[in-house]
Nanobody, 121 residues
Framework: QVQLVESGGGLVQAGGSLRLSCAASGSIISINAMGWYRQVPGKQRELVATITSGGSTNYADSVKGRFTISRDNAKRTAYLEMNSLKPEDTAVYYC???????????????WGQGTQVTVSS
């Protein structure tokens, strides 16, 4: 069974910083791209940032220059460093990863349970 567990969310004032972590566990052979998405009530989940297994990154325009995604392949963990936070960054942040398990030929998409980030003005 594969699990993605996020941590690091919380309440922060505008202009502050937070660092999210997403740790993958289970019978994993390989992890492809990992990413962070966010969702506010009544809206669709949106892409924040992704990173490939080789380290190539992609960001939503709204977070470019403020957020940095990284990963530690040995620890099977992805990170999202969030700086200069704005109230509009308030959302539940979800980790996503393409993971191939032992005994499987294909990779499948997995989601974490989400972590709340609240930015006060």
């Amino acid at each position: 069974q594969v699990q993605l567990v996020e941590s690091g969310g919380g309440l922060v004032q505008a202009g502050g910083s937070l660092r999210l972590s997403c740790a993958a566990s289970g019978s994993i052979i390989s992890i492809n791209a990992m990413g962070w998405y966010r969702q506010v009530p009544g809206k669709q989940r949106e892409l924040v940032a992704t990173i490939t297994s080789g380290g190539s990154t992609n960001y939503a325009d709204s977070v470019k220059g403020r957020f940095t995604i990284s990963r530690d392949n040995a620890k099977r963990t992805a990170y999202l460093e969030m700086n200069s936070l704005k109230p509009e960054d308030t959302a539940v942040y979800y980790c996503n990863a393409g993971i191939r398990q032992i005994g499987q030929r294909l990779s499948y998409n997995y989601w974490g349970q989400g972590t709340q980030v609240t930015v006060s003005s």
